[in-house]
Nanobody, 115 residues
């Protein structure tokens, strides 16, 4: 059974940086897509960034140039480096893994950007 565990959320001042990490356990195969989504109260979960097992990336426009997604296929990990954080980046961030067997989610980690 595939499980995803996130770490790295927290409170940071505007302009600061945080790095989120996600480790996957269990068996799954390529091709697959690992990524990060975020959700605020009353809103739908939105894609932040995703990366295929082949290395292709997608970013939502609001984070392009500030956030960088990376992954290690051998270690089954994905990370999100978030720089120049803004208050509007405040949300619960979820790690996601999409495979031919299904879509898996982590438990979420809170990111709060506030002075």
């Amino acid at each position: 059974q595939v499980q995803l565990v996130e770490s790295g959320g927290g409170l940071v001042e505007p302009g600061g940086s945080l790095r989120l990490s996600c480790a996957a356990s269990g068996s799954f195969f390529s091709p697959n897509v690992m990524g990060w989504y975020r959700q605020t109260p009353g809103n739908q979960r939105e894609l932040v960034a995703r990366m295929t097992s082949g290395g292709s990336t997608n970013y939502v426009d609001s984070v392009r140039g500030r956030f960088t997604i990376s992954r290690d296929n051998a270690k089954k990990t994905v990370a999100l480096q978030m720089n120049s954080l803004k208050p509007e980046d405040t949300a619960v961030y979820y790690c996601s893994l999409l495979t031919s067997d299904g879509n898996y989610w982590g438990q979420g980690t809170q990111v709060t950007v506030s002075s």
